[in-house]
């Protein structure tokens, strides 16, 4: 069988679905590319069992006819299906019939929902990758709606390389975003963690120095978003 198994964001987030396959697995792998948690002397702690770390080849090039001799485990920062290679990893399975597993838990799609911005008010979501692209033609198509937009900014933890707030803030100004209120979020959902709103070129002042981090753009808000939103500021 095949186990894939959503490790949430800190280690409290881990639950008891995700330690009882654990134990049924004869081997373990974290996926370590598309984001930070829970260390791995930690997680091989709290589950007891060697875990190798993979990179993204091995998640899209594994063949998951081994999951039809014995059990696999892959772990996942966040909840499985929030990448889409991951789905592909499902469907692949099923269609080779091998048996398939999978245990949620929180993501970063729905922990947003800290900053006391509405989740049935966020738009079609957008990654910033390390390369320069067009960032704020889905921006716009958002604010149209007044919808609001997640920018998940991209990072590759084996080569210590980290999309930041500040970064980002900056390609949306220079692609002409104007001077807007802006969330900017460090480590969300660890004790740590560290949240800042307020227009653009001000957040730029702010210090981010750790990862991940994440940052929204509001658009049309509740009254009740607004007070929330003023914590932060």
């Given at each position: 069988?095949?186990y894939?198994i ?5 280690k ?9 396959s ?13 984001s930070?948690?829970i ?5 091989s ?10 990179g993204?080849?091995?998640?899209e090039n ?12 892959i772990l996942?920062y ?6 889409t290679?991951?789905?592909?990893l ?10 398939v ?11 947003v ?12 979501t957008?990654s910033?990758p390390?390369q ?18 997640l920018?998940?900014?991209?990072l590759?933890?084996r080569?210590n390389k980290f ?21 900017g ?30 940052l ?13 939103l003023?914590?932060?500021?």
């Amino acid at each position: 069988m095949l186990y894939l198994i959503s490790l949430g964001i800190s280690k409290e987030d881990i639950n008891l679905g995700a330690i009882e396959s654990v134990k049924k697995c004869d081997e373990v792998y974290l996926e370590g590319y598309t984001s930070l948690g829970i260390s791995l002397v930690e997680l091989s702690g709290i589950f007891n069992k060697r875990i190798d770390v993979v990179g993204r080849d091995f998640v899209e090039n594994y063949d998951v006819k081994s999951a039809g001799e014995k059990n696999i485990g892959i772990l996942f920062y966040g909840d499985v299906f929030s990448a889409t290679t991951h789905i592909s990893l499902y469907l692949d399975a099923i269609k080779k019939n091998i048996e398939v597993k999978v245990i949620h838990n929180i993501s970063i799609l729905t922990l947003v929902s800290n900053i006391g911005l509405s989740l049935y008010n966020f738009g079609k979501t957008i990654s910033v990758p390390f390369q320069d692209v067009d960032l704020v033609g889905g921006l716009r198509d958002n604010l149209k709606l007044g919808m609001h937009t997640l920018f998940l900014l991209d990072l590759n933890p084996r080569e210590n390389k980290f999309m930041s707030i500040n970064e980002s803030i900056k390609r949306l100004r220079k692609q002409g975003m104007e001077n807007r209120l802006v969330v900017g979020i460090e480590r969300l959902g660890y004790e740590d963690q560290k949240i800042k709103a307020g227009n653009a070129d001000n957040i730029l002042k702010v210090k981010f120095e750790r990862f991940p981090q994440c940052l929204i753009v509001p658009g049309r808000m509740h009254f009740l978003e607004e007070e929330i939103l003023d914590n932060f500021k």
